[in-house]
């Protein structure tokens, strides 16, 4: 069964310094790994996906991920976090064996970025 | 262009009351999924279409719930004799196709409230 974690409720930093938010997954098949971002009071906006070629995705608003298939991991990556990052980030996975059409989303991971 | 619509934004019933939450989604989607977000946590799949196929109604917590889609129009998700363990944000979204590789685009969501 696919399943996402993230195990960081809340991830604090100061603006200018790097971040990560951190995801592993699980799957049978093939993965396709994305990260959606949630505004205070706006839907969820997608940043960016991993589904076949180099490790490392480059998405919106200058975030990065890499995909490690030995750690099954896929953490969300920034050089220099701007407050305006303040947000709530999913993980979320699909695979393409037998998982039909569902994306199973993690808990979520609040960013909180201090000036 | 218009992104996915949802309606209402927000809706107050009581306890043993029916609902029916809106969703337009993007012009030209095939796909069309409702995620259900309780307070704190991540997104949990509800139901997924793709055009005239039947949809994959796995993620249905209850006989109580149900949806329908028009075509490849406009969706509608029902909640019957709500309980107050189904207040959440109810969030819509589409893709273009239902490949496994697709960004899905959400809608703001419609908060219900159920006292």
């Known amino acids: 069964a696919q399943s996402v974690a993230q195990p960081e409720d809340q991830v604090n930093v100061a603006e200018g310094n790097p971040l990560t938010v951190k995801c592993t997954y699980s799957v049978s098949g093939n993965p396709y790994l994305f990260w959606y971002v949630q505004y205070p009071n706006r839907g969820l906006q997608f940043l960016l996906k991993?589904?076949?070629?180099?490790?490392l995705v480059k998405g919106s608003y200058g975030f990065e991920a890499e995909f490690n298939k030995s750690q099954t991991s896929f953490h969300l990556k920034k050089p220099s976090a701007l407050v305006s990052d303040s947000a709530l980030y999913f993980c979320?996975?699909?695979?393409?064996?037998?998982?039909?059409?569902?994306?199973?989303f993690g808990a979520g991971t609040r960013l909180f970025v201090k000036a | 262009g218009a992104g996915v619509s949802q309606s209402p934004s927000n809706k107050v019933t009581e306890k043993g009351k029916d609902v029916e939450l809106r969703c337009d989604p993007i012009?030209?989607?095939?796909?069309l999924y409702w995620y259900r977000q309780r307070l704190g946590q991540g997104l949990e799949f509800l139901i997924y279409f793709q055009g005239n196929s039947a949809p994959d109604k796995s993620g249905l917590p209850s006989d109580r719930f149900s949806a329908e889609r028009t075509g490849e129009s406009v969706s509608t998700l029902t909640i019957q004799r709500t309980q107050q363990e189904d207040s959440a944000v109810y969030l819509c979204?589409?893709?273009?196709?239902?490949?496994?590789?697709?960004?899905?685009?959400f809608g703001p969501g419609t908060r219900l409230l159920v006292l």
């Open positions: 012009s030209g989607h095939t796909a």
């Open positions: 991993y589904i076949t070629g180099d490790n």
């Open positions: 979204a589409s893709s273009p196709t239902s490949s496994h590789r697709e960004t899905q685009y």
């Open positions: 979320a996975v699909r695979d393409n064996n037998g998982g039909g059409f569902k994306t199973i």
